[in-house]
């Protein structure tokens, strides 16, 4: 189960590129993880910390920016009509 410092890193996360750029280009270092949280305000476990690192690991940049509402997917673009004939 996932701590609230942890939950609330997350939901911070999905709305703030920096600080999750910060976290994520920390490389896998679990300490230097929990130690930027803490700086920031958030009590994170160890093995909170290896589970945000682990998904950072497992995700692209663009993945992250989509979880985070930074991507937009146009419609699709409808075929043309009454050409030919």
Known sequence: MRSA???RLILDLQRDGTLREELHNLGGDL???VLRAAAKGYRLT???AEELLRSFQELSD???DKAA???WNDPPTPPPSGTGG
């Open 46 to 48: 160890r093995q909170d």
């Open 31 to 33: 300490e230097q993880a």
């Open 69 to 71: 509402g930074g991507a």
């Open 62 to 64: 663009e993945d992250l």
């Open 5 to 7: 410092g942890l939950e």
